[in-house]
Structure formats: C-alpha cells, structure tokens
Nanobody, 128 residues
Framework: QVQLVESGGGLVQAGGSLRLSCAASGRMIRYYNMGWFRQAPGKEQDIVAATKWTGNTTIYSDSVKGRFTISRDNAKNTVYLQMNRLQPEDTAVYYC?????????????????????WGQGTQVTVSS
C-alpha cells in the first residue's frame, strides 16, 4: 500500500503560479506510475498529468499542456506539479494518484481506473 498526501494548494490570482507536492509513504514511488487528477465543482475527475514509473515519459491534458509540469524525486519519494499561468478554469480539487507497474499502459493513457491509490486532495482556487 502507498499513502499519498498532497500539499501546496491555495488561492492565487489568474496568471500566477503554484507548486503542488505529493509526499508518498509505505512504498517507494520509483515502482509506481504517478499522476495528478483534478475535479472541478459539478464535474468528473479528469487526468491532469502523469509520469511513468521509469521516469522517461510524461503525459498532459490538452488544457494544461505548456503551462503545467509534472516531476518526481524518487529520493524524496515525492511528486510535484508546477502550475504556471493559472486560469480560473483551473480551479479544482487536485488529487495525487499512483498506479502499479502492471497498469502502466492504462495509467499512461490517463485512465482513472488504473490508479488504485489516491490522496485526499488539495484545493486550488484561481481568482479572475
């Protein structure tokens, strides 16, 4: 089992930046595909970004591509999401997620069901 705890959310003005962190415990993240989902009010949970367990592949949703960057520090057992040029439509609860190596293809396809482990979420609010 891997436990995930997000931090770094908050209130920011449009155009600003935030960096989310996800601290993992219980297992080493080097053996997991890691990602971020978000859920806006009244909407489904959607993939934001993911990084393959090998560290050599990342995916991004079209809405954040070029603005957000996912990274992982296996030594610190932590995953990050750097969010730049934030817009009001980025307002959501952001969830850190982990998928086992056996679910790599689905995880890197952004499939929600591939991610067995979820953090409790952190709120990001972008004001206009």
């Amino acid at each position: 089992q891997v436990q995930l705890v997000e931090s770094g959310g908050g209130l920011v003005q449009a155009g600003g930046s935030l960096r989310l962190s996800c601290a993992a415990s219980g297992r080493m993240i080097r053996y997991y595909n890691m990602g971020w989902f978000r859920q806006a009010p009244g909407k489904e949970q959607d993939i934001v970004a993911a990084t393959k367990w090998t560290g050599n592949t990342t995916i991004y949703s079209d809405s954040v591509k070029g603005r957000f960057t996912i990274s992982r520090d296996n030594a610190k057992n932590t995953v990050y999401l750097q969010m730049n040029r934030l817009q009001p439509e980025d307002t959501a609860v952001y969830y850190c997620v982990a998928a086992t190596i056996g679910r790599t293809a689905q995880a890197m396809g952004g499939e929600k069901g591939a991610y067995a482990y979820w953090g409790q979420g952190t709120q990001v609010t972008v004001s206009s």
